[in-house]
């Protein structure tokens, strides 16, 4: 257990030492499929009835078959902890093994298969397909997905066999992380899983092999691929053998990866390199190291080994100026991946379950600090002497990639049991109650300092003190003016520039990563990542003079035709940017430059740190003219906008395929009635989701797989916007958009308490979720500073949202969406570029 003080939610994890090699000759396939029939019933809850505690409170479950495990995790408000626990326990006890759930998760995992194997040019290369070429022993070889045609000839008595032998307690690891009372915690845990039978644990399978491999090569073709793509496969002792030996191994690969490989005088190639399959600390020995990449024309899969072999590190004294730096940011990453709180639950049972050793999360940045430049060329030359196998797939005519399979045992018979087994897991004596779920109990997230202000700029900043990881977390927005949409290739370039030359150096060498970008809607400047804590102040001042030169850039003003914009970018990009040409009002100079940004934007910054220490550094650079004011430079003053895309159907057949709408109109100003915004949109999204496969004649309940509804609130030019997006078959679109504005119309008129309610409760839940990590806490305070809202509002917004009437909900929608709905129904035109898909004009409300 790892309690969390101040965490509003909860992970729970059961980590069972059972994967797929785990499975017999004949069995491939069965350890996955046994983990879809765990979440489709049990003794107590019915099919269909696992995630009634979770989807309802914004919680999220799911289960992961690996090589020597399966874990199945869930995390929910910490007041659904009792019903989380019970679920576990109950399909512990006796899950449901019915022949119709059967047949229906066969049904899943051959679609499963057919979309990640089959269906896909290269699968999920290497896997699966590099094992069998890297390992002897059926358990190594074969892939945890099986042949679809013979997991049908699975029963029920397969499927109970395979529980009692492997789902028993003692051979499950339970982890609890997040915000609860031990104490508490452990008697709910004795009351649900203390009369689970115990049965004896079984054996691990037999891995170790008998060689150190034969440097088998397997080549094939594939249609529809571009160019080759080769894998290198290593047999690595794992870390249950050698600790030291693994993590030197893992230092390597970073080191191949980061460095790139030499195929040519002046031709480094970039490669992916790294331990396991799934991820280092994955698996039991044998594991391996994997390197692939796409060959370029005129570069060979024999080269590309000569070239990896020789690119492994064999001088200790050339390796010291590199080796740090890598240790560092192997390290960092590992401190910040599990910072999460799914993510370390997980993790924790995991590592006690493979290797006894839960507390290695917290000891392996540790452990890789004290690896010395000696052991990492000892770990090269222990791979020069293994041979590799190579994984060779190459662009023909014809499919000659197997297809899934037993390794190098395909074929072989399934083992029949003369034993006699249960059908069914037998029920045990008696029925019990799912605990009860309170939504009004939810935990208040603790933010044990929180500061936030805005600058004489008008920039508002935010700083959490946070010490679940050593790192600061970076978020920075500043909104964008026209030229994001209309000008994009000359704003990457403008903000590329505009970061400080001395600041580069800093950020090459700093241990954290960061990205400074274009956002992908084009609206927003964006600077996020993490950096140590040695690197804050300098990262500070360069973000200081990074917004002071955003605040002072300007643009020639980009695309000159209003209303008519390429295709190029994503369906929304382009349909903001017909909207961006043709409300903004273009200066009448040609030569006229307009600003680059709309607005001051937020800045967040989440870690151990002092807010002082940040605030000071930010107001030295303060400009005392700040930004410019959002771009307010209309065509016209609007109350809702309609753009209609159209997208006409391929080839000859002529027609529409498909009609994206986008709805939108003014939003709320900063601070008037967020919570009832932020319900308004969901309440109306929770309506459209219920009420449209009704109105398409959906009998099964569910939005057809061609449409879509999206609701939300933005930041559009620096303006606050509201937003409604549908995509469509072109012969739904009208009678889709006459449904929304009914629908929009019946809540705008009155909202059903009951609705409301409902939502509010699932919004108020997910809230919580910001506050799994640092890192998704500072996203979410940079996504709602935008907005205006500080650091103190995140925390009490998921209460604040429980307490808001009907009456205000019902008013927000008829303020943000009824005048969007009433813009659907204008006459659109199409406007046609040369060379360019049609894409609608705007259609604007008038009195």
């Not at 090699?21 to 809850?45: C, K, T, V, Y």
């Not at 970008?517 to 084009?522: G, H, K």
Request: glycine share 8%.
């Amino acid at each position: 257990m790892n309690p969390v003080v101040g965490m509003p939610r909860v992970s729970i994890c059961v980590t069972y030492g059972v994967g797929f090699r785990s499975e017999q000759p004949g069995q491939e396939g069965l350890a996955h499929l046994f983990e879809h029939l765990m979440f489709r019933g049990s003794e107590n809850l019915p099919p269909g009835h696992f995630y009634e505690h979770i989807h309802p409170l914004g919680g999220e479950a799911n289960g992961t078959t690996h090589q020597d495990y399966t874990d199945y995790y869930q995390t929910v408000p910490s007041a659904a902890l009792e019903a989380a626990l019970f679920a576990d326990a109950d399909r512990m006890r006796a899950p449901l093994l019915s022949d119709a759930v059967l047949a229906e998760q066969l049904v899943g995992v051959g679609q499963e298969i057919s979309d990640r194997v089959l269906d896909r040019p290269l699968g999920d290369f290497p896997w699966p397909l590099l094992p069998r070429v890297l390992f002897d022993r059926h358990a190594n070889a074969h892939d945890g997905f099986g042949d679809i045609t013979r997991l049908r000839g699975v029963t029920q008595a397969d499927c109970a066999r395979f529980f009692h032998r492997h789902y028993v307690p003692g051979n499950a690891v339970l982890t609890l992380v997040g915000g609860f009372d031990p104490d508490t915690a452990l008697a709910l845990i004795t009351r649900h899983f203390g009369d689970v039978a115990a049965r004896p644990v079984p054996p691990r399978p037999e891995l170790a092999e008998d060689t150190d491999g034969q440097g088998r090569w397997l080549r094939c073709t594939q249609p529809q691929i571009p160019a080759t793509v080769t894998a290198l496969g290593h047999r690595l002792p794992g870390p249950d053998v050698d600790l030291d030996r693994y993590l030197a191994t893992t230092v390597v690969a970073r080191i191949v990866a980061d460095q790139g490989v030499r195929v040519a005088p002046g031709q480094a190639l970039r490669v992916s390199s790294g331990c396991g399959f799934f991820g280092p600390f994955d698996a039991l020995s044998p594991d391996a190291l994997i390197t692939t990449s796409v060959l370029p024309n005129g570069v060979s899969p024999e080269r590309f080994v000569e070239a990896v072999t020789h690119a492994l590190p064999a001088d200790p004294d050339a390796l010291k100026p590199v080796l740090a730096q890598t240790l560092l940011r192997l390290a960092s990453e590992h401190t910040r991946t599990h910072g999460d709180l799914t993510a370390r639950c997980r993790a924790l049972g995991r590592l006690e379950q493979l290797f006894g050793r839960a507390e290695l999360v917290d000891e392996i940045p540790g452990r890789l600090g004290t690896v010395t430049p000696s052991q990492v060329v000892e770990a090269a030359d222990n791979l020069r002497k293994t041979p590799c196998a190579v994984l060779v797939v190459e662009p023909g005519p014809v499919r000659s990639r197997p297809v899934g399979g037993s390794g190098q045992d395909a074929g072989k018979d399934r083992p029949r049991h003369a034993q006699a087994a249960a059908a069914v897991i037998p029920p045990t004596a008696s029925r019990r109650p799912r605990p009860a779920f309170l939504h009004g109990a939810l935990s208040k997230p603790v933010l044990p300092s929180a500061t936030s202000e805005v600058l004489d700029t008008g920039l508002l900043v935010s700083v959490v003190e946070d010490h679940r990881t050593p790192l600061a977390e970076i978020r920075l927005r500043i909104p964008l003016g026209s030229a994001g949409l209309l000008n994009p290739t000359a704003v990457d370039t403008l903000v590329r520039s505009l970061w400080p030359r001395d600041a580069e150096a800093h950020r090459a060498a700093e241990p954290g990563s960061l990205v400074i970008r274009r956002s992908p809607d084009s609206l927003w400047v964006e600077v996020t990542g993490y950096v140590s804590m040695a690197a804050l102040v300098w990262l500070l001042h360069a973000l200081a003079e990074l917004i002071t030169a955003l605040d002072a850039a300007s643009l020639p003003p980009g695309r000159e035709t209003p209303g008519v914009v390429s295709s190029s970018g994503t369906p929304d990009e382009a349909m903001d940017a017909l909207l961006c040409a043709t409300l903004w009002r273009r200066p009448s100079a040609a030569t006229a430059q307009v600003p680059l940004t709309a607005g001051p934007g937020c800045l967040t910054v989440v870690g151990p740190v002092c807010a002082a220490q940040v605030l000071d550094i930010l107001r030295v650079h303060g400009n005392a003219q700040g930004f410019p004011a959002a771009d307010h430079r209309l065509a016209t003053e609007w109350e809702a906008a309609a753009v209609i895309c159209q997208e006409p159907h391929s080839g000859s057949e002529g027609g529409l395929s498909a009609t994206r709408t986008l709805l939108c109109a003014p939003g709320f100003e900063a601070g008037e009635d967020e919570a009832a915004r932020y319900l308004a949109a969901a309440v109306l999204g929770l309506r459209l989701r219920t009420h449209m496969p009704k109105a398409l004649g959906q009998l099964g309940g569910d939005i057809p797989p061609n449409c879509d509804f999206r609701v939300g609130h933005d930041v559009f030019l620096g303006l606050p916007r509201a937003w409604v997006r549908v995509y469509a078959p072109g012969t739904e679109s009208d009678r889709l958009l006459t449904e929304l504005r009914a629908v929009t119309n019946q809540l705008a008129d009155g909202s059903d308490a009951s609705e409301v309610r409902r939502a509010a409760n699932f919004c108020a839940a997910q809230m919580l979720a910001v506050f799994d990590s640092p890192s998704a806490l500072a996203d979410a305070l940079v996504r709602f500073g935008t907005s205006g809202w500080y650091a103190s509002t995140i925390a009490d917004f998921s209460g604040r949202l429980r307490t808001v009437s009907p009456a205000r909900v019902s008013d927000a929608i008829a303020r943000l969406y009824r005048p969007a709905m009433y813009a659907a129904v204008h006459h659109i035109e199409l406007a046609h570029a040369a060379g360019t898909a049609p894409l609608g004009k705007l259609a604007f409300r008038s009195d």
